[in-house]
């Protein structure tokens, strides 16, 4: 095991632990409410995400011995994106409506979203499609633009959720992911403005969206109404202040921040911990990018590079975009902080995004040994 992939599960393991201590200190208020017996114990939710993270280390277990090379096989490629888009099609079917969207399966009893498997399976399409079309990484026609549309019509079904956080993401994904395989910056660059000019119109042309974009630019004015999940937020951050509040003890937990254990998580984080701990937390996801991206460097090939690359900037997006959201820089938008937030759908996915990062990582060691008893053979 390289020094890589041991850091990675480090720093996993350590945002694991504050996801479970903040969904405990965000959702007991909740349950306590609900049931006080209870919540003299664990929550409900805590229970619940315990379940999550017990199949997330299955999912990452199985995806760390899994060699990833045989996702070049079209046997194993192909039928994963069929599940893909089909499940995408069947939650606009047969999907549960939440807060106007329609991004649900209820299968046994368990809602899941398969917009999370969808982004998993569109980082390994893009890394086997990009790594097997390196000869024409320079050519808009044969080598960009394919990517671009796989992306883009995983994008729609999406959109047709009424989901616009997860399209942005992934499209964000398909450019760096391009810029990793070597393709030129002119072809990426003409596709960023369209491409805002697209979701400018999207927020301008729906009601709800338009109210958001109006918020977000004045969230004092709509205090009362579309503004006033944001200032809330804002207002955790600000009794945080540098030191926080002491674990367990925010204020806007208590029913004032709407999603305070899915969504709006890291505002409480900052209120119980402050600026200091808001910057710990940033930290961890820029280590774990930065590890990535290491792993990537060293990786055999380029599939393996493109994998581990495409896996940090993946939680990395994630994570800065829902960072953004809670202090004020980005519109509000339901998106997930990758292994802190409540949830199990996007906590599996990003542990198996893991588990592909260490299989390259291992493969990776491997090759080191391989050449370094090559070397001492010689």
């Given amino acids: 095991m390289t020094r890589e992939t041991m850091a ?3 720093l996993v393991l350590a945002l694991l632990l504050i996801g479970l201590l903040m969904v405990y200190s965000a959702s007991t208020v909740q349950t306590y409410a609900a049931d006080e017996a209870a919540a003299t114990y664990l929550s409900a ?3 619940r995400q315990l379940l999550w993270v017990g199949i997330g280390i299955g999912a990452l277990l199985a995806a760390a011995n899994f060699d990833y090379h045989l996702f070049r096989k079209r046997l194993i490629l192909y039928p994963l994106a069929g599940a893909s888009i089909l499940l995408l099609v ?13 991004r649900w399966l209820a299968v046994w009893g368990f809602s899941f979203q398969p917009s999370e498997f969808a982004k998993l399976v569109t980082l390994v399409f893009l890394a086997v499609k990009l790594a097997e079309n390196q000869e024409h990484r320079s050519s808009f026609l044969r080598g960009f633009a394919p990517p671009l549309l796989l992306a883009g019509a995983v ?10 956080g997860g399209p942005i993401v992934l499209g964000s994904l398909a450019l760096i992911m391009v810029l990793m395989a070597g393709g030129r910056w002119l072809h990426v660059l003409s596709t960023v403005i369209p491409g805002v000019v697209v979701v400018a119109l999207l927020c301008m042309t729906t009601p709800y969206r338009f109210a958001r974009l109006k918020s977000f630019l004045d969230p004092w004015e709509y205090r009362e109404t579309s503004g006033f999940q944001l200032l809330q937020s804002l207002a955790a951050f600000a009794h945080g ?3 926080g509040q002491g674990p367990g003890a925010s204020e806007q937990k208590l029913f004032y921040l709407p999603d305070a254990h899915s969504d709006f998580i890291f505002a409480v984080w900052g209120e119980e911990m402050g600026l200091v701990g808001s910057v710990l937390l940033v930290l961890l996801f820029v280590g774990l990018l930065l590890v990535a991206f290491r792993i990537a460097i060293c990786a055999p090939d380029m599939l ?3 994998l581990a690359g495409g896996v940090g900037a993946l939680i990395a997006l994630q994570a800065a975009f829902n960072m953004a959201v809670t202090t004020g820089l980005a519109p509000t ?3 997930a902080l990758p292994f802190i937030s409540a949830g199990g759908s996007a906590l599996i996915t990003n542990l198996a995004l893991v588990g592909i990062l ?3 990582g291992f493969h990776a060691n491997e090759d080191r040994e391989e050449q370094g008893a090559l070397r001492a053979a010689s």
Avoid: H, P, T
């Fill in 8 to 10: 990675a599960m480090n």
């Fill in 45 to 47: 939710q805590v229970k």
């Fill in 90 to 102: 069947l939650v606009l079917i047969f999907g549960e409506e939440r807060r106007g969207g329609m």
């Fill in 155 to 164: 994008s729609l079904l999406i959109l047709l959720e009424q989901d616009l």
């Fill in 241 to 243: 202040s540098v030191w």
């Fill in 304 to 306: 393996g590079a493109l």
């Fill in 333 to 335: 938008k339901g998106l």
């Fill in 358 to 360: 260490l299989n390259v």
